[in-house]
């Protein structure tokens, strides 16, 4: 039996197996530690080097910066208009592959998009869902 003062002899196979069993001898615990985090560091880096580049190219191409919002087009009843904020408050039929019927304001993209609209006016328009939920319009026409 060794005892802690000698040299420890590691099996290079199994850090836990360190030969001194007295309980000061902290040789054993330390070989067992550096074993463990050699074998984490290789878990980690092997997921890191597989999993990660196939998640960062999915999200480039599902929502990346390069992507343009997609546009959907819609028919509604204007309920509100308020210039001041560029906003426009339509009832609007289920928008397919976004949402369902409801009463919601918009942003609208340009002032001209205003003119010859009042409350009341059934429209067809198009709009675009922005980065952070906005909905903004793109297009409007009186129906």
């Known amino acids: 039996m060794q ?10 196979t199994s850090p ?3 030969p001194c069993t007295l309980g000061g001898c902290k040789s054993a615990f330390v070989g067992y530690v550096s074993g463990v985090t050699d074998v984490l560091f290789r878990r ?3 997921s890191s080097v ?16 390069e992507a343009q919002p997609r546009t959907y087009n819609a028919r509604g009843r204007i309920t509100e208009i ?4 560029s906003s426009i408050t339509i009832h609007h039929e289920a928008i397919e592959g976004l ?4 009463t919601m304001p918009f942003t609208v993209e340009d002032e001209a998009l205003f003119e010859g609209l009042s409350v009341g006016n059934d429209v067809d328009f198009t ?16 129906r």
């Open 44 to 46: 980690t880096f092997l």
């Open 3 to 12: 005892s802690c003062y000698e040299k420890p002899r590691f099996n290079s």
């Open 16 to 18: 836990r197996s360190a």
């Open 50 to 65: 597989l999993f990660v580049p196939p998640i960062l190219a999915a999200c480039s191409e599902a929502g990346g910066v």
């Open 127 to 142: 709009l675009t869902r922005e980065e952070g939920g906005r909905y903004v319009i793109r297009s409007i026409r009186r």
């Open 82 to 85: 308020r210039r001041e904020r």
């Open 99 to 102: 949402m369902p019927e409801m």
